[in-house]
């Protein structure tokens, strides 16, 4: 029996877990949704390495990549391994000249590497770096999204971040993101759909507008 479906990949943000996508709900008469899921990086491990070991987990042809954040870079780079329908980056940038001031700064004097990363298990402080709010009103909420605390994939992730390189975006991607994003700010973001009021977690806060939107995205 032939597959007519549309596979859709989603990869949460830095150190989250599939969870951040619950809110999403598309027809299944159309769409197959599968969740990826960070794993800890081998030492000294390239992003262009990790992107593409994460490739193994696609198990259909032609699929659409759909990333949040830090994963909204990583489904960047795994499309240049493999052929995609479209690829979606939530809340992310497309090249390098999106990434704002700050992390720029970081790349060239290495102050990213003094963050004190080893209180991973400081939900607090991890939402600060993963969502760029702080988490005092919904500690609860960020304690079941934030699970993957280790500090080496941690560091790994922030260092990757600030030194990513991407000049191109892929031809097929459509870039999704919030006006009021605080983590990377729309200032720096050029030709995306922007969600009046979205912050840098609205893939949590405004699933409705995805799951009223995404459906004409994927097959426009």
């Known amino acids: ?55 193994d987990n696609i198990f259909h042809g032609n699929p659409v990549l759909l990333g949040v954040s830090f994963g909204g870079m990583l489904v960047q780079e795994m499309a240049k391994h493999i052929q995609t329908r479209k690829v979606i980056a939530v809340s992310t940038v497309k090249t390098k000249e999106e990434l704002p001031k700050r992390m720029i700064f970081a790349k060239y004097t290495k102050v990213h590497k003094l963050l ?58 459509v870039h999704i993101h919030g006006e009021k994003d605080a983590v990377f700010p729309m200032a720096n973001i050029k030709n995306c759909i922007t969600v009046k009021n979205g912050t840098h977690t609205m893939i949590i806060h405004r699933a409705k507008w995805f799951n009223e939107n995404l459906p004409s995205i994927i097959l426009g």
Request: aromatic letters at 12%; one cysteine or more; glycine letters at 4%.
């Open 1 to 55: 029996m032939p597959d007519n479906k549309i596979h859709i990949y989603l990869m949460p943000g830095m150190a989250a877990n599939p969870s951040i996508f619950d809110g999403l709900s598309l027809s299944s008469d159309i769409f197959e949704v599968h969740t990826l899921e960070w794993f800890v990086p081998d030492k000294n491990m390239s992003f262009e390495s990790y992107a593409k070991k994460m490739c």
């Open 116 to 173: 004190p990363t080893g209180l991973v298990n400081n939900v607090e402080l991890l939402a600060k770096y993963a969502f760029g709010e702080t988490a005092t009103k919904r500690l609860d909420l960020y304690k079941k999204y934030l699970s993957v605390r280790d500090k080496k994939y941690i560091d790994w992730s922030i260092d990757h971040i600030v030194n990513w390189n991407q000049t191109q975006p892929p031809k097929n991607l």
